[in-house]
Nanobody, 128 residues
Framework: QVQLVESGGGLVQAGGSLRLSCAASGCTFSNYAMGWFRQAPGKEREFVAAISWSGASTYYADSVKGRFTISRDNAKNTLYLQLNSLKPEDTAVYYC?????????????????????WGQGTQVTVSS
């Protein structure tokens, strides 16, 4: 069955960096757009970044633009999110998600309704 497993979260000081990974199995990873979302305590889950199946197109929330970078390695079935210049307000559980209803279609969704498979999440905590 399809599995998405995030890793790389942790505790970091403000201004620091982390690299999140999402390993996919049980699917043809290279066919699908992928996204990262996050959910802070007491808040709704929100869009962070997305990438098309080929990696040619990327999309970011305004709050992370210029600080976070989404990428993928289709040969390794892995999605990445590089988090730089972290702020305490970036503290959240970060989820990766796959849009497996569209095969090799242009673009990537920025709304969680566009995604039908989700990982279990990895915690990122940024201390001030």
């Amino acid at each position: 069955q399809v599995q998405l497993v995030e890793s790389g979260g942790g505790l970091v000081q403000a201004g620091g960096s982390l690299r999140l990974s999402c390993a996919a199995s049980g699917c043809t990873f290279s066919n699908y757009a992928m996204g990262w979302f996050r959910q802070a305590p007491g808040k709704e889950r929100e869009f962070v970044a997305a990438i098309s199946w080929s990696g040619a197109s990327t999309y970011y929330a305004d709050s992370v633009k210029g600080r976070f970078t989404i990428s993928r390695d289709n040969a390794k079935n892995t999605l990445y999110l590089q988090l730089n210049s972290l702020k305490p307000e970036d503290t959240a559980v970060y989820y990766c998600a796959a849009d497996m209803r569209r095969i090799r279609m242009a673009g990537a969704g920025t709304n969680e309704r566009a995604y039908d498979y989700w990982g279990q999440g990895t915690q990122v905590t940024v201390s001030s």
